[in-house]
């Protein structure tokens, strides 16, 4: 699973390693910058191609997990 978000920069995906011993909503609150909402989602959701990986956008309204802490 994968932490997705926006920033002023565009899209910005967070990889949680599997050794943190923390559950993946932690990782998020933790890691995902202080009051932007982030969407946890599986890895196929996140296209492989990326070649124009900075193009890609998001509907900020599907952000609905949590916000960064």
Do not use: S
């Not at 982030?38 to 916000?67: H, Q, S």
Request: charged residues 30%; glycine residues 8%.
């Amino acid at each position: 699973m994968k932490i997705i978000y926006q920033d002023d920069e565009g899209l910005a995906i967070i990889i949680p390693a599997d050794n943190t011993g923390l559950t993946i909503e932690e990782v998020a609150r933790k890691d995902v910058p202080t009051g932007l909402p982030y969407k946890i989602v599986e890895d196929d959701y996140i296209p492989t191609d990326r070649t124009f990986r900075m193009a890609w956008e998001i509907d900020v309204n599907l952000l609905t997990d949590g916000v960064g802490a």
